[in-house]
């Protein structure tokens, strides 16, 4: 395996783009390493070829993390090529309503798991000159009600990209920010818990609607499909990308509109996510 090019994949879960990430990387023979904090939601498919190693790996454990690194390490001759930082949570919930202390679990997934993540590979991604993929989304940029938090975590991942893409280039390690548009995937069902308010909520007017942005989903209706996201983003980052790649519907829409000055986004998103009956 050692002279293979290899790959490590966080939140590898059935129908979730860390899974198609891993399919599309075994699909091109790269020694694939597909992790998830329970390692029994991976896809038997996934983990039945001969190119894939299945580790339980949880981005909130530093002992977890060092465990799966010591076992690559093990594995490739100290070496990893490719660290894909897919794990991820989310949290629906006005932010009035939110539990810090949930925010706070939220952001030890999102952000300071893949930190640890890489401050533990990092001697494994400098010997092979490699390249980092953090899975950031469109909800970094976008101000999507209901979902500050998460939004605030994607942020904070994106910007953090930014600068170490330029402490690591003199070591020789490739940084892409992968933003993310709406995805055919099992987000929803997989990684955010179903929202319920509190008895003095002020938005108990609208909690239907924002149930229903959950449950009806539109990144089913309207994303592009998990699979054939997969391969774009495997394309891309085999080929040699670098930087901020976007990717998935709406995500050039916002790309766009991020040029915009703040407050006409603002007034684009409330446009859109009109709620009335609030006292």
């Not at 939220?106 to 490699?130: H, S, T």
């Not at 402490?167 to 055919?184: F, H």
């Not at 050039?252 to 859109?272: E, G, I, K, Q």
């Amino acid at each position: 395996m050692a002279s293979q090019k290899s790959v490590l994949i966080t939140g590898c879960s059935a129908g979730g783009i860390g899974s198609s990430i891993a399919f599309s990387f075994a699909k091109r023979g790269l020694s694939v390493f597909a992790t998830a904090r329970n390692a029994s939601k991976i896809d038997p498919k996934l983990s039945a070829l001969d190119n894939v190693e299945v580790l339980t790996l949880d981005a909130t454990s530093p002992s977890s993390i060092s465990a799966a690194a010591q076992a690559v390490s093990h594995r490739t001759g100290g070496k990893l090529d490719y660290l894909v930082n897919s794990a991820g949570s989310g949290l629906v919930c006005p932010f009035l309503d939110t539990d810090l202390q949930k925010a706070r679990e939220l952001f030890d997934v999102n952000f300071w798991g893949v930190l640890q993540c890489i401050q533990v590979f990092k001697e494994q991604l400098i010997a092979a000159k490699g390249t980092i993929v953090n899975v950031s989304s469109v909800s970094g940029v976008a101000p999507n009600p209901y979902e500050s938090i998460y939004n605030a975590s994607k942020a904070a991942l994106t910007h953090f990209d930014s600068t170490i893409c330029l402490e690591l280039a003199p070591l020789g390690v490739n940084v892409v920010s992968l933003i993310t548009g709406m995805i055919k995937s099992n987000w929803y069902s997989n990684s955010v818990p179903q929202i319920e308010l509190p008895k003095d909520s002020y938005y108990h007017p609208v909690i239907e609607s924002i149930r229903d942005g959950m449950t009806k989903m539109d990144n089913k209706k309207k994303g592009t499909n998990v699979d054939v996201f997969g391969e774009s983003v495997v394309k891309d980052v085999l080929g040699g990308k670098k930087g901020i790649v976007w990717k998935g519907a709406l995500s050039r829409t916002v790309w766009l509109a991020s040029f915009l000055p703040s407050f006409v986004m603002v007034c684009l998103f409330l446009l859109l996510h009109e709620s009335v009956g609030l006292g």
